[in-house]
């Protein structure tokens, strides 16, 4: 990276979590949030705490890439773990209708401590930046904690597209804008060939021209495909959460393996 530049975003973070966006110069200006969340085991916010969920929908609004770093207190084979854990089934639940993928690559512990080997830091990054995030591995060096270092390469540039959706434009001020530019046009021959020709090339620019102004290139932003709710989903989506329930309650095998 160069010319890089950092902020902490503090209206987004708080004692349990820090945001950081950082601007940095990859051929054109990138913008990118790297956040710190500890995702504590007793919250009455799960699967996520509400900040954490702010500074999501605040990344997605503002079309910013986001990278976080976590400790999650929970276990799901989905991130590496032995087991799977409430916690760790309502987070993967959560994350399975977000904009965010999980990066974590193996089963390499991320704990250590007084004999315990677990998986419970969990990197998680935009979908967007799925192809730009690389050699993502726990590191052995000595961390002076029970976590461990864990280390990924972010390639640049980020990739970008930049599409114009006809969906968001001015058509108003494209009418107004067509009309002045087609009275500035010269005066034609449309009689014959050559003048039809340069007629017909004039007004496809000023269609052109006129469309771009008012209808400017955005970027995408990648997601999965929404499926149309229906009757028959709702029906589904309040059985497994049933389930869900049931198995916090009674804590039984046959409940998981049902769910």
């Excluded at 089934?89 to 390499?108: K, M, R, V, Y």
């Excluded at 500035?184 to 007004?203: F, S, T």
Aim: a negative charge; charged letters at 25%.
């Amino acid at each position: 990276m160069r010319n890089e530049m950092a902020w902490m975003l503090p209206g987004l973070s708080c004692r349990d979590l820090v945001a950081v966006l950082i601007k940095y110069e990859e051929g054109a200006e990138q913008r990118l949030v790297v956040c710190s969340a500890y995702l504590s085991y007793d919250s009455e916010d799960p699967p996520l705490p509400k900040e954490l969920e702010e500074l999501m929908r605040y990344c997605e609004n503002e079309s910013l890439y986001l990278v976080v770093g976590c400790n999650s207190n929970a276990h799901h084979s989905v991130w590496g773990s032995t087991n799977c854990n409430s916690r760790g089934e309502a987070l993967t639940e959560f994350l399975n209708s977000s904009n965010l993928e999980i990066l974590n690559l193996g089963h390499e512990p991320t704990f250590c401590s007084e004999g315990m080997l677990k998986v419970i830091d969990i990197t998680l990054g935009s979908l967007r930046l799925l192809e730009s995030i690389i050699d993502w591995e726990v590191l052995f060096e000595p961390s002076l904690s029970g976590h461990r270092h864990i280390l990924f390469t972010l390639r640049g540039p980020v990739p970008l597209r930049l599409i114009r959706n006809h969906r968001g434009t001015n058509w108003g001020s494209f009418k107004g804008d067509l009309g002045d530019q087609l009275e500035r046009g010269p005066e034609m021959n449309v009689n014959n060939e050559a003048g039809l020709g340069l007629a017909i090339h004039w007004i496809q620019q000023a269609l052109i021209s006129a469309y771009e102004d008012n209808c400017p290139l955005r970027p995408v932003t990648t997601g999965r495909k929404s499926l149309k709710w229906t009757a028959e989903l709702e029906s589904l989506r309040r059985g497994v959460r049933w389930l869900f329930n049931k198995c916090r309650a009674d804590k039984n095998p046959h409940s998981w393996d049902l769910y």
